[in-house]
């Protein structure tokens, strides 16, 4: 296995949408080669997910980090079904964006349909940390970052984000960055009270505003926060 190179914002795969993988070439070397490679390579990583297009190939292909019990997964052309209207507002990162997080909305519960990488159909329902890393991941193979799904308002240095605390009063208590202002560990107390959405929220996650329920998520290096 290797590790592979991460295509990084400015790049056109980025911005490309990835064509999907024909079951027929699931045992084809270079494939199986491929997903072995994507695999380690978020190991290395240390983050919740990869996509194929992050590794400069076109293909719809996620690897999804989330389970440490069970391992990082491969999901060939997956589908994404939102199976409730409630939100989470959480700071993400990218591998292909390094150093920078902002706070975005998402849904948080979700159902993700493909294959696994034998080729046999796979369904999962997904919630929180998970279901917030598959959309990211999802949207790689559509061309769309983070970023063109956060509040801008809320964009910072990873390293100003420790110093100071998120731009973003969803995550703060009193005047003070919940969890001390410390991204990294994905383990701070989430504030009660969930903020507006973010202006660019898609309709689909817009419709459910009204019936936020969940509170806003602080994440990290090897969470959701960064594929």
Do not use: Y
Not at 57 to 74: C, E, M, S, Y
Not at 198 to 203: G, H, K, R
């Amino acid at each position: 296995m290797s590790i592979l190179r991460i295509a990084r914002l400015g790049h056109p795969v980025l911005r490309r949408v990835a064509e999907p993988l024909p079951p027929e070439r699931l045992d084809d070397p270079e494939i199986l080669r491929l997903f072995d490679d994507m695999i380690e390579t978020v190991r290395e990583s240390e983050g919740a997910g990869l996509a194929a297009p992050q590794v400069h190939v076109p293909l719809r292909i996620v690897v999804l980090n989330t389970d440490p019990a069970g391992g990082p997964l491969v999901i060939v052309n997956p589908e994404i079904s939102f199976l409730d209207n409630h939100l989470l507002r959480s700071f993400e990162g990218c591998l292909s964006v390094p150093d920078l997080r902002a706070a975005v909305n998402r849904v948080g519960k979700v159902r993700v349909d493909g294959l696994d990488r034998e080729g046999q159909s796979l369904s999962l329902d997904l919630e929180g940390f998970s279901a917030i890393a598959v959309q990211h991941e999802c949207d790689h193979l559509d061309g769309v970052l983070f970023l063109d799904r956060c509040d801008l308002r809320t964009l910072a240095f990873l390293d100003e984000l420790r110093r100071f605390g998120p731009l973003d009063p969803s995550f703060r208590r009193g005047g003070e960055p919940v969890g001390g202002g410390a991204p990294g560990g994905g383990d701070a107390t989430p504030e009660e009270s969930p903020p507006e959405p973010a202006p660019d929220t898609p309709p689909a996650e817009a419709a459910g505003a009204a019936a936020w329920s969940s509170p806003p998520l602080l994440l990290g290096r090897g969470s959701p926060a960064e594929g």
